[in-house]
Each structure stands twice: as C-alpha cells, then as structure tokens.
Nanobody, 119 residues
Framework: QVQLVESGGGLVQPGGSLRLSCATS????????MGWFRQAPGKERELVAS????????QYADSVKGRFTISRDKAKNTLFLQMDRLEVEDTAVYYC????????????WGQGTQVTVSS
C-alpha cells in the first residue's frame, strides 16, 4: 500500500546539479520523518539527508553537507533532494525512504533513481 517513487536522476558533469523527487502515497506523509539514502558501487548504504516530520529540521552526511538540500512539500506528499556541486563520488542509486531522521527506523524504500556524475 505504501508507495515511494523516485525520479529526477540522470547523467551530469562534475559541478552540475540535479533535483530528485519522491512521490509518496499510502500513508500520512506529513506525520513521518523522511530521508534519502544512496548506494554506490562497492560502498555501504549511506544516509545522505533526512528531515523531521514535525518541523523542517534536517540532518546531512558530512560528505554532502553544504551541497545537498532536503525538503518536502506536505501538500503534495513529495520529498525532494536538491543536489548541487555534484562530484564523481556522488554517483550512486538514490533511494527515498520513510524515517531516518535522528536514528528513526527506516522503511519502506522506493525503487531508486540512478545518479551518474561523469565528465
């Protein structure tokens, strides 16, 4: 019943930008923490950003701090990840997930969207 559908990934050159979207349904979006994880080849899953349900407080991984911005549109049940000054190391499949803020349990996951940063 819960659905999370990511979009917005693609191929971009280093220094470029992408905006990922996560369309959600099947739950009360405004009442849950939300987050973005990524899985890069040969690397562990990494929580890159999360946002609290009750306010707009956010947390970011050190690797993306200052470059990525997580936000949400509660009226549209949509989560966003603005990715600026992208680096080759940002190449990964990015997943939207419910939860994740301040250690909140996560799940379920979306199917992911591929982000490839290459010159």
């Amino acid at each position: 019943q819960v659905q999370l559908v990511e979009s917005g990934g693609g191929l971009v050159q280093p220094g470029g930008s992408l905006r990922l979207s996560c369309a959600t349904s099947g739950f009360t979006f405004s009442s849950y923490h939300m987050g973005w994880f990524r899985q890069a080849p040969g690397k562990e899953r990494e929580l890159v950003a999360s946002i609290a349900w009750h306010n707009e407080n956010t947390q970011y991984a050190d690797s993306v701090k200052g470059r990525f911005t997580i936000s949400r549109d509660k009226a549209k049940n949509t989560l966003f990840l603005q990715m600026d000054r992208l680096e080759v190391e940002d190449t990964a499949v990015y997943y939207c997930t419910r939860g994740g803020y301040r250690g909140d349990p996560i799940g379920p996951w979306g199917q992911g969207t591929q982000v490839t940063v290459s010159s």
